[in-house]
């Protein structure tokens, strides 16, 4: 069974800071990672994802996150935050070799102060 | 190419009235995937088809809910009769299958309120 975890429902910086939501994962076998970006009122957009390929995957906006093995991880980070990065942000395990189902974490909520 | 559509986007009914939803997949997407995202939490999986076959359902509460994709292509989510725990934005995604390009496209969601 697969399962992801995100630490912090919330998240808030300052415009111009270091960006870092987390993300660990469980998995049986080895998996595909994904962060995706939900803002007010659309759907889900992929920024990343990781399909065992290079461990550093560099997304849109600026975004990347790296696959840590060792310690079950997949945060996202971003160098310097902007106002438009407020959203909702999820980390979603799929079981490679498998039937490819998404499991998805609960979110956390990027907020960015000027 | 063009994303998932879904319609309606806004749906309000009462308390055990039906309502149904459609999705319309990425073209040549076989998997077709019904998500459930309940206000503060993530998606939640209800039911994945690949082509017109169910792949899994464990999570759709079968006892009002029904989903059908009969030519392989579009897709329809039907309640019958809803409950306010029903309240939800309902997702739709689909995806090709194969090494290296397994993700999700998502259309906007249909927002019910169920009052």
């Known amino acids: 069974a697969q399962s992801v975890t995100q630490l912090g429902s919330h998240v808030s910086v300052s415009e111009g800071a270091l960006v870092l939501l987390r993300c660990n994962y469980s998995?049986?076998?080895?998996?595909?990672l994904f962060w995706y970006v939900q803002y007010p009122n659309q759907g889900l957009q992929l920024l990343l994802k990781?399909?065992?390929?290079?461990?550093l995957v560099k997304g849109i906006n600026g975004f990347e996150a790296e696959f840590k093995k060792s310690e079950t991880s997949f945060h996202l980070t971003k160098p310097s935050a902007h106002m438009s990065d407020a959203a909702e942000y999820f980390c979603?395990?799929?079981?490679?070799?498998?039937?490819?189902?998404?499991?998805f974490g609960r979110g956390t909520s990027l907020i960015v102060h000027p | 190419e063009a994303g998932v559509a879904q319609s309606p986007r806004y749906k309000i009914i009462e308390k055990r009235q039906s309502v149904a939803f459609w999705c319309n997949p990425i073209?040549?997407?076989?998997?077709l995937y019904w998500y459930q995202q309940i206000l503060g939490q993530g998606p939640k999986l209800l039911i994945q088809?690949?082509?017109?076959?169910?792949?899994?359902d464990s999570q759709l509460p079968k006892d009002r809910f029904s989903a059908e994709r009969l030519k392989g292509v579009d897709s329809t989510l039907k309640i019958q009769p809803a409950k306010l725990e029903d309240s939800a934005v309902y997702l739709c995604?689909?995806?090709?299958?194969?090494?290296?390009?397994?993700?999700?496209?998502f259309g906007q969601g249909t927002r019910l309120t169920v009052v």
């Open positions: 990781y399909t065992s390929a290079a461990t």
């Open positions: 998995s049986s076998v080895p998996p595909y």
């Open positions: 995604a689909s995806s090709r299958i194969g090494q290296g390009l397994t993700e999700a496209f």
């Open positions: 088809f690949q082509n017109n076959g169910v792949v899994d």
């Open positions: 073209s040549g997407h076989a998997t």
């Open positions: 979603a395990v799929s079981e490679s070799g498998g039937s490819y189902i998404p499991t």
